[in-house]
């Protein structure tokens, strides 16, 4: 089992540019989360998924942020513009996704280090 | 809603101590509790869980027993070693819409372990 993947692992971009940040997913694993953990503000849930829908993305702090699921294995965080305060590790996480209490378990990838410059 | 409050941090101790690193909860009805290691430059990863009251979950030598009298999960280790050393969190369900069961984790607590 590969886990759940990320990429990339480091980014180092400019104030004002793009970034994408990538994540694919636990095969049969139905929610997805991204999370950002800064020393400042700890782990904060950005948005999450269900079945590829956006369930609640009340946590995204602002509408540089977007997120997308297109399939049950491919899920994009972007940051457009980026600006240096959104430097952070960004985790994504996936879990079974059903009713039963063992599936609240979620598995994170290793995160993505953005740095904005 | 549910909620975790989790010990705060930092703690250091010596190999081969007693750790405890306290959780208290707030929550409707009796979810399952998870506590969450996070290894320098790592994600976190599942440490143990317990799904009902009274249940002890253990791993690696660690252990935490859901307590319903005093709503706490408290992780204890009785000799810690470095590879330890790790931001360890609390956490349990928030229920929301349809069937997707996101997790409130607490502040999480550094443990470091000194040779």
């Known amino acids: ?17 793009e970034v994408t940040l990538r994540c694919k997913p636990i095969s049969g694993h139905n929610s997805l ?26 946590g995204m702090p602002e509408d540089r942020f977007s997120a997308k699921m297109p399939n049950a294995s491919f899920s994009t965080l972007k940051i457009q513009p980026s600006e240096p305060r959104d430097s952070a590790v960004y985790f994504c996480a996936s879990s079974l996704g059903l009713a039963e209490a ?16 | 809603g549910n909620s975790v409050t989790q010990m705060e941090g930092p703690v250091t101790l010596s190999e081969e101590a007693f750790l405890t690193i306290n959780c208290t909860y707030t929550a409707t009805g009796y979810p399952s509790l998870f506590w969450y290691v996070q290894y320098p430059g790592e994600g976190l990863q599942l440490l143990l869980k317990a799904t009902k009251a009274d249940d002890k979950g253990s791993n690696k030598g660690f252990e935490a027993t859901y307590r319903k009298e ?9 000799s810690v070693q470095v590879s330890d050393s790790a ?28 040779p």
């Open chain 1, 1 to 17: 089992d590969a886990g759940v993947i990320q990429s990339p692992r480091h980014e180092v971009t400019e104030m004002g540019q």
């Open chain 2, 87 to 114: 931001v360890y969190f609390c956490a349990l369900p928030v229920i929301s819409s349809g069937s997707a069961r996101q997790l409130t984790f607490g502040s999480g607590t550094q443990l470091t372990v000194l």
């Open chain 1, 33 to 58: 989360f991204w999370y950002r953990q800064t020393m400042m503000r700890g782990l904060e849930l950005l948005i999450y998924f269900n079945n590829n829908v956006p369930i609640d993305d009340s």
């Open chain 1, 102 to 117: 063992a599936s609240y378990e979620q598995y994170f990838g290793p995160g993505t280090r953005l740095t904005v410059t």
């Open chain 2, 70 to 78: 005093t709503t706490s999960f408290h992780l204890e280790k009785g």
